[in-house]
């Protein structure tokens, strides 16, 4: 029996044929040496057409709706939904909302025939693709939180890393930036050591990150509050609003093109001086309370998180809502937005 003679260089059309993988797996790096890993980018940019004319700005806020929309799929919210018969709004929970109305996306995902089917001229064919649609559905709504959340800290795992990366190709560019943070992304992890018949658990990374921070100069000239928003934290919300609040400014600020046609207010933000200290906190805050008194009449239901941790939905004598407002935004709001102001400088 003759040897078998070794096989001509495999067609690039046929990669994937055999392990069944998905084209997008040919860009996985198989091995790579240090000043190479990871491969950034993947491709030119703007090579393909739907990024040639997007901004750096419209890229972060199509990516920031993408990720809240996946995190939205861990934690579903509540929606409202007009009825028909009493016309109140009454809550529609995300599973309800599924279920209440064929979707075409679901259904392409369960089988790239199941919507024809779902709509065939006959009748068997019809409920039993629906049928199948009921039970795929059923089953997204099972396992769609947990493939959200794995996702979610892929990508997020994934960013901390591509800025390690950057570090180390620019790092005159990444330390500018991180100068001006106060918190700074990094990939830690847990290692478990047994000692004395007991298992105990040391962080991975540390003396990494403590390195890789101080060469970031991180909070070396940061002028503004990360915020405590991950809900992990003990943090009243007036604490949360006011750092939101300090961050917005500071952003706005540093974005011009952000404000609409020039006025007074944006004027008045932009004289303000950097940081906020204990001599100028007076200046800020009114800048801030004539944003505050704008939403106040525009979007009240903001101001919901901090009227109910003060109980005034719950009082007992009624309030005036000059009066919710005098202890929201006049007293506790302003008492935690002054308490970020900085010892002068």
């Avoid at 579903?76 to 996306?105: F, Q």
Wanted: proline share 7%; with cysteine.
């Amino acid at each position: 029996m003759k040897p078998k003679q070794a096989k001509a260089q495999q067609d690039p059309e046929s990669v994937g044929k055999v392990t069944g993988l998905p084209k997008w797996w040919e860009d996985l790096i198989i091995g790579w040496s240090p000043n190479t890993a990871p491969r950034l980018p993947l491709a030119p940019p703007r090579i393909k057409s739907d990024y040639k004319e997007i901004s750096v700005t419209d890229l972060y806020v199509r990516i920031h709706r993408d990720l809240a929309e996946l995190l939205g799929r861990v934690c579903p919210s509540v929606t409202n939904r007009k009825n028909s018969e009493t016309g109140l709004d009454e809550p529609l929970s995300y599973a309800t909302r599924l279920r209440s109305s064929l979707n075409k996306g679901i259904a392409d995902d369960l089988s790239s025939d199941l919507w024809e089917r779902i709509f065939s001229p006959i009748q068997d064919t019809r409920e039993n693709a629906r049928e199948e649609y009921k039970r795929g559905l059923e089953k997204l709504l099972e396992e769609e939180p947990r493939s959200s959340a794995e996702k979610l800290a892929h990508f997020t795992i994934g960013a901390a890393t591509w800025l390690e990366n950057l570090y180390a190709k620019q790092p005159d560019l990444m330390k500018e930036i991180a100068k001006e943070c106060d918190l700074w992304p990094v990939n830690l992890g847990l290692k478990s050591k047994r000692r004395n018949g007991k298992v105990k658990y040391e962080l991975k990374r540390i003396s990494f990150a403590h390195r890789y921070l101080e060469g970031l100069e991180l909070n070396s000239k940061c002028f503004h509050h990360s915020g405590h928003q991950s809900g992990l934290e003990d943090v009243s919300p007036f604490t949360l609003a006011a750092e939101n609040l300090y961050r917005i400014i500071m952003l706005l600020r540093r974005k011009p093109g952000w404000f609409p046609p020039e006025t007074e207010w944006a004027k008045q933000i932009f004289a303000l001086s950097v940081p906020m200290t204990k001599q100028n906190a007076s200046k800020w805050w009114k800048a801030i309370k004539v944003f505050l008194e704008e939403r106040w009449k525009t979007t009240p239901k903001d101001f919901s998180p901090l009227i109910v941790h003060l109980g005034l939905h719950q009082s007992k004598k009624p309030l005036y809502p000059s009066e919710i407002k005098r202890r929201v935004v006049d007293n506790d709001l302003k008492d935690a937005f002054l308490a970020l102001a900085r010892q002068d400088l």
